[in-house]
């Protein structure tokens, strides 16, 4: 999706530097900005890119900007060897807010994005008016890692692909089938992004491997973190929770809700991958959270 697929908005890929590592992000701006230059701040899922954001922007009514990086060792960002642990993804979104200068945002987190949301959200404290974290929290059971690593980047039986495929219709193809139930602008996407031409000609994914080893064990190392994050946001924060997640139970929400400063929880009748199935209702949640606190929800004073 290009630019003037987004009416009224003005979109721009863009760089920036943190750690050493050249890090993409998109920068979407509205033509005609309604709500005093509010920004969002879109943090997306493992395995995804900032781009996957598109569609939701061209809903929303709420804000006037949206930030959305890819993540390091994703899209169109650099790989590194140094690692893929929430802080480092924490570090270069607050080296981002700082390259910006951006002074207030509103932070959303979509899947493993709302994890770095929780561990974000206090690193820029003074700067966040809200938090959205979608379908995701600080703990994941084996059972839901297995899940999760069902939507690696790999073929529909679950083996690694190494070969790529020769043009779009059979990526796209093979996106349909491993992403049922999303939408076609969602694939476009995907297809259009998210994979490159290779060195023979292949369109083969931009994304590192090495970021799905975050599934293993290694995730646990950081889940005393992402709930010390939790209890530190000092903003409103929305818990938006989809009836048929893998990743969130009710007792788990429960946990958050109580260990969250001002918690506000939805539960939705959609999938985990809702910003890219159920677009419409997606994006109409988010909407509602933000013109809410907008509209005078309490925020506190940061100071």
Not at 279 to 300: C, H, K, M, N, Y
Request: proline content about 5%.
């Amino acid at each position: 999706m290009s630019a003037p697929d987004l009416p009224g908005w003005a979109v721009d890929s863009k760089t920036y530097e943190s750690s050493g590592l050249t890090l993409h992000y998109l920068d979407a701006r509205r033509d005609q900005p309604a709500h005093h230059g509010r920004t969002l701040l879109a943090v997306h899922g493992l395995g995804a890119h900032g781009d996957s954001w598109l569609p939701t922007i061209r809903r929303l009514r709420s804000v006037d900007r949206v930030v959305a990086p890819d993540l390091r060792g994703h899209g169109r960002s650099d790989w590194t060897q140094e690692g893929y642990w929430l802080r480092n993804y924490a570090d270069d979104i607050v080296a981002l807010v700082e390259h910006l200068q951006l002074e207030q945002v509103d932070l959303i987190g979509m899947s493993l994005g709302a994890r770095v949301a929780m561990v974000l959200g206090t690193r820029l404290a003074s700067r966040v008016r809200s938090v959205s974290l979608v379908d995701t929290g600080p703990e994941v059971t084996p059972e839901s890692a297995r899940q999760a690593q069902k939507f690696a980047p790999t073929d529909p039986g679950g083996t690694t692909r190494t070969d790529g495929f020769r043009d779009r219709d059979a990526l796209m193809s093979f996106l349909k089938t491993k992403w049922t139930g999303f939408a076609q602008e969602a694939l476009d996407i995907r297809a259009d992004r998210l994979y490159r031409r290779n060195w023979v000609g292949r369109l083969v994914h931009r994304n590192d491997p090495e970021v799905s080893w975050y599934l293993g064990s290694a995730g646990l190392e950081e889940v005393d973190d992402m709930w010390k994050g939790l209890s530190d946001i000092p903003v409103p924060t929305l818990i938006l929770h989809a009836s048929q997640s893998f990743l969130l139970d009710e007792p788990l929400c429960e946990r958050m809700v109580a260990a969250l400063q001002y918690p506000v929880y939805r539960r939705v009748d959609v999938d985990h991958f809702m910003m890219h199935t159920a677009i419409d209702t997606f994006s109409a949640l988010i909407d509602e959270f933000l013109e809410s606190v907008r509209a005078g929800d309490p925020v506190p004073d940061h100071n």
